[in-house]
């Protein structure tokens, strides 16, 4: 089945940056985009972003635009977000997702989180 | 953006209730709603898709329905197991957006 492994949970200062990898297995890596959402305690998720690892074509929220940047290693399975300029509002469990191709984008299968604090 | 709006906020019920959830969006989106059942700790799971759509081994006391702005979730005879909190997700349109989500108490 879909699994998608994130990296660990981390601490970083204000004005750092993280970056956050997503590993897959269980589907052709190429055959679906990969979207990054996060969550706030308390709040619902908010979409940042998403990457095609086939096309390499991705396309980011515009709250987003200057400080998320998507990259992969195909040869791994891997897709990597990073974000920088941290504040304290970007505490958060950060998570990616995978969709179904074609049949729209909502979320079948998600990594497990991984907790961003940005704390000084 | 299109704003997805969930009420209420907390419900609370007894076992064997049933219990609907409402989703509103701020424009329409025909049918392209998805439902979500989160656990503490835990990753949202989707429960529906295409508003009606009971997604592979999700407890047929799940449905949903609606069209356009106004969606509705609902559990038959709530069990002890649907503790959680749902979300409805629009993918109508970029960006994609969520509702603040429902806790369900029992």
Same mark, same amino acid.
């Given at each position: 089945?879909?699994?998608?492994?994130?990296?660990?949970?981390?601490?970083?200062?204000?004005?750092?940056?993280?970056?956050?990898?997503?590993?897959?297995?269980? /589907?052709?890596?190429?055959?679906?985009?990969?979207?990054?959402?996060?969550?706030?305690?308390?709040?619902?998720?908010?979409?940042?972003?998403?990457?095609?690892?086939?096309?390499?074509?991705?396309?980011?929220?515009?709250?987003?635009?200057?400080?998320?940047?998507?990259?992969?290693?195909?040869?791994?399975?891997?897709?990597?977000?990073?974000?920088?300029?941290?504040?304290?509002?970007?505490?958060?469990?950060? /998570?990616?997702?995978?969709?179904?191709?074609?049949?729209?984008?909502?979320?079948?299968?998600?990594?497990?989180?991984?907790?961003?604090?940005?704390?000084? | *953006?299109?704003?997805?709006?969930?009420?209420?906020?907390?419900?609370?019920?007894?076992? &064997?209730?049933?219990?609907?959830?409402?989703? !509103?969006?701020?424009?329409?989106?025909?049918?392209?709603?998805?439902?979500?059942?989160?656990?503490?700790?835990?990753?949202?799971?989707?429960?529906?898709?295409?508003?009606?759509?009971?997604?592979?081994?999700?407890?047929? !006391? @799940?449905?949903? &329905? &609606?069209?356009?702005? *106004?969606?509705?979730?609902?559990?038959?005879?709530?069990?002890?197991? *649907?503790?959680?909190?749902? @979300?409805?997700?629009?993918?109508?349109?970029?960006?994609?957006? @969520? &509702?603040?989500?429902? !806790?369900?108490?029992?």
């Amino acid at each position: 089945q879909i699994q998608l492994a994130q990296s660990e949970s981390v601490v970083r200062k204000p004005g750092a940056s993280v970056k956050v990898s997503c590993k897959a297995s269980g /589907y052709t890596f190429t055959d679906s985009s990969i979207h990054w959402l996060r969550q706030a305690p308390g709040q619902g998720p908010e979409w940042m972003a998403w990457f095609n690892p086939a096309t390499l074509t991705r396309s980011r929220a515009r709250k987003f635009e200057v400080r998320v940047a998507l990259t992969t290693d195909t040869s791994i399975n891997t897709v990597y977000m990073e974000l920088s300029g941290l504040t304290s509002d970007d505490t958060a469990v950060y /998570y990616c997702a995978t969709v179904t191709p074609r049949a729209g984008s909502y979320f079948i299968a998600w990594g497990q989180g991984t907790l961003v604090t940005v704390s000084s | *953006d299109i704003q997805m709006t969930q009420s209420p906020s907390i419900l609370s019920a007894s076992v &064997g209730d049933r219990v609907t959830i409402t989703c !509103r969006a701020s424009q329409g989106i025909r049918t392209w709603l998805a439902w979500y059942q989160q656990k503490p700790g835990s990753a949202p799971q989707v429960l529906i898709s295409a508003a009606s759509n009971l997604h592979s081994d999700v407890p047929s !006391r @799940f449905s949903a &329905g &609606g069209s356009g702005t *106004d969606f509705t979730l609902t559990i038959n005879t709530l069990q002890p197991d *649907d503790i959680g909190t749902y @979300f409805c997700q629009q993918y109508h349109a970029y960006p994609l957006t @969520f &509702g603040g989500g429902t !806790r369900v108490e029992i």
